[in-house]
């Protein structure tokens, strides 16, 4: 399978490249920056939610499943964008948004019996806080998110058959798969009763209030497995990349369908080694794992880790086994906007998602207009500059994107010093060393990679450095 062991690059629209200076990145705009892609060696892009919507959840509410925003561009440019991704050896993957619509979308008010209804809202808890209830003509809808994005009712057939029409339309117009959206919200309860209280621990953070309820009525009803084959039936062949917000021992009926399922353990663990090793040997156990760090929803790698760990963390990432995802300006080590700025989206998350920066230009290369957002520090941190430098983090991400052809298959956990994790793939051992000190590091044979130079001191990892090494692994006498 082509995306077994690939690398797929995270594109958000809005903020990757924009064309015509409007101040938000487009279709035309993704389409000129692909030689980057190329060039670092990624095998496929994803693509968040391009599709006509009202923004108030920048497309993750889609008022049309088969259209382009003309923010974004038309339906020709997205055409454009395939024939040149394939010139590249780029797939393109998809966001399937198939748990809520936009209140906009004209099925809400001409399909009403699409969507999910209560005389009086019951105890269940939207994801960005409140009730999961919003009152419409003397009646509750139901949304999992913001009010203005009303959940289907994925038991009702026509819902199914209006998704599958829309699934695929874009796999004929050439795009390899989809990444679906918020699978753990898709079915929920029939008979709509209240989460009970919390017994055990859920296995992922929650919000406070959350934390407090068993959130078994509201979310993973039995019968999700049965609407994701519906949608494997309808795209057969294509990738099926689930984000399924569960503890990976929970993933095996959604493993029936879909071909992987973000790692949410991984990207949860703090930059400890013992987290870290707790939430790789955890997600291992099984297949299915799509190892990803940082998204348009979380914070990315420089921010999260540190910017002495960032180096570290991308070679975690793109040395485990499996398919691996990366966000853009991550492979630049760029940082997350400042914090508490919440202009545009409600849930404070614009903080990840400031435009890609290029140049060193005050856009950083992004806009000829105002973007909208601005560049964090295209100054410091940009494509163009770090593309020179053979010491760079870009050097070092494309280095670890040709090095992790080679690496053997599965994954052997090494015993190593505190805070150091260490992991065996095939005739490669990787060390990252997440303290601030020297620590000694279990690397037989010769040096292969470091994440600066000097990082390996004999036997030993300089402080918040990572190695990948290679040599002849005996197995032990007797
Ligand atoms: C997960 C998406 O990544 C996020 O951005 C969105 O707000 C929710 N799902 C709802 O669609």
Redesign the pocket.
Known sequence: MWWENAVVYQVYPRSFQDSDGDGVGDLRGIAERLDHLAWLGVDALWLSPFYPSPMH?FG?DVSDYKGVDPVFGTLDDFDALVAAARERGLRVLLDL?PCHTSIEHPWFSEHPDWYIWADEPNNWLSAFGGSAWSKRNGRYYLHS?YPE?PDLDWRNPDVIAAMQDALEFWIDRGAAGYRI??IDRLLKDPGLRDDPPATEAFGLPLSAKEEKLALTHSRNAPDTPEALRRIREAVDGALLVG?VYLPSAKWQPYLEHLDAAFAFELLHASWDADALRRAIEATTRRPGAAWVLSN??FGRLVTRFGAENARSAAMMLLTLPGPAFLYQGDEIGQGDGPGGQCEFDRAGRDRYRHPMQWDASPAGGFTTGEPWLPAVDAERTNVEAQREDPRSMLSLVRDLLTLRRLLGEGIELLDAAPGVLAYRRGDHSIAINTTAEERPAPLDGELVLETEPGALRGRALAPHTAAVAMGLHLPPMG
């Open positions: 959840d993750y948004v998110f994005q959206d918020a984000e348009h929803d």
